[in-house]
């Protein structure tokens, strides 16, 4: 059913004769039934929900079309902070008969939503496509051009000590700071198997449902927004040492997945998540005490400074801050609340406080930058 046929099916059945915007919602629940409109039985829940926290028990005419055309919309979400409606019916765990696919979007739904009219709104609303192309995608290019790394030159574990890895046109190396497309490509190249297997992971067991929950646009900037400020943070905190890796953008995803579950513990219904929050958190901080490890204890000779690990620690920041807004405004617009304006402002301070640095810092306090290869 589109906007244009509901309007008019409203006008023939005289439903609003005042034109007020508002129908009453046994009225349009009545309209339902006698007609047989397609209608799916949650989201009719979801509209006597909403009635419910009208003080006239109405439906507003805007909020049935959001809701029918799936729009994310922050009156929903405020009916639900108002506590003033229940849905009556049981909660997606006690759905039978789902097939493969379905079980695995309500997986998904228990995994990263903590509250269960959102887990059900999510369900019903949920389609196949479009598909959560980019986390895909950003993982097949890092797999991808690892390969083709490897096989150039015969190395797989700690390919940043290989004189020749570092001529790669992807890297961060402080001595091509003007070649700005480096502060973004470097995500694709990885020190080794190691630390591939081990952004991959994560991208696919996390990104990939955050993103089916979230979308593309969302978590594409959230990544990205870690991804840049892991290469800008490295350049002031580390000013000598390259970056290699996607971290950046890995930990903001996970630091923002493990602090939206804290901040809902109750809420959350994912098996096991006190065992999963200690296992993710060791090894989040291994991965991060290796790095440490190689940039100041390098087990092999090399050539001049190797990989800094400030990334990780800047993308968790981005994670906490930037991801926490976005994973807390399920349904809801980001531009409408003040809090986002505020982590905005906050990182484009921070860019901009890095661009003048990276412009003039290196000059002004002398720092001896190695050669670029």
Same mark, same amino acid.
């Given at each position: 059913m589109d906007r244009s046929s509901l309007l008019q099916l409203i006008q023939e059945q005289q439903l609003d004769p005042e034109n007020t915007g508002f129908i009453g919602a046994d009225t349009f629940a009545g309209l339902v039934h006698s007609h047989e409109l397609p209608l799916d039985p949650a989201k009719l829940d979801m509209l006597v929900a909403l009635a419910q926290s009208n003080e006239r028990g109405q439906v507003c005419y805007q909020e049935l079309v959001d809701l029918i055309s799936s729009k994310r919309s922050s009156s929903f979400k405020r009916a639900i902070a108002n506590g003033q409606r229940a849905l009556p019916r049981d909660g997606l765990l006690d759905e039978p008969g789902l097939g493969v696919y379905k079980r695995f979007v309500r997986y998904v739904a228990y995994e990263i939503l903590p509250c269960e009219v959102d887990r059900r709104w999510y369900f019903y609303r949920h389609r196949s496509c479009p598909p959560p192309v980019f986390m895909a995608s950003v993982t097949l290019a890092q797999i991808i051009v690892f390969l083709c790394y490897g096989a150039r030159l015969n190395k797989w574990v700690l390919q940043t000590y290989h004189p020749e890895y570092m001529k790669s046109p992807l890297v961060y190396h402080p001595g091509h700071r003007a070649r700005a497309w480096r502060f973004l490509t470097y995500m694709f190249m990885h020190v080794g198997l190691e630390q591939l297997g081990f952004n991959a992971l994560l991208q696919l067991?996390?990104?990939?449902?955050?993103?089916?929950?979230?979308?593309?646009?969302?978590?594409?900037?959230?990544?990205?927004?870690?991804?840049?400020?892991?290469?800008?943070?490295v350049?002031?905190?580390?000013?000598?040492?390259?970056?290699?890796?996607?971290?950046?953008?890995?930990?903001?995803?996970?630091?923002? $997945?493990?602090?939206?579950?804290?901040?809902?513990?109750?809420?959350?219904?994912c098996p096991y998540k006190l065992l999963r929050m200690v296992l993710a958190?060791?090894?989040?901080?291994?991965?991060?005490?290796?790095a440490v490890w190689l940039r100041f204890s390098p087990p092999l000779p090399a050539s001049g400074p190797q990989?800094?690990?400030?990334? $990780?620690?800047?993308?968790?920041?981005?994670?906490?801050?930037?991801?926490?807004?976005i994973l807390r405004s399920y349904e809801e617009r980001l531009q409408d609340q003040c809090g986002w304006w505020v982590v905005l402002l906050a990182y484009g301070t921070f860019l901009l406080f890095a661009i003048f640095w990276n412009i003039f810092a290196y000059d002004l306090l002398g720092t001896h930058v190695p050669p670029p290869p």
């Open positions: 067991m996390i990104g990939v449902p955050l993103e089916m929950v979230h979308g593309l646009l969302r978590i594409s900037l959230l990544y990205l927004a870690g991804v840049l400020a892991g290469s800008l943070t350049s002031i905190t580390d000013m000598r040492a390259p970056v290699v890796g996607g971290s950046g953008g890995v930990y903001a995803l996970c630091s923002a $997945h493990l602090a939206n579950v804290v901040m809902n513990w109750a809420g959350m219904r958190l060791v090894c989040m901080s291994s991965e991060v005490g290796r990989p800094s690990f400030m990334a $990780h620690l800047a993308g968790a920041v981005v994670g906490v801050s930037m991801g926490l807004t």
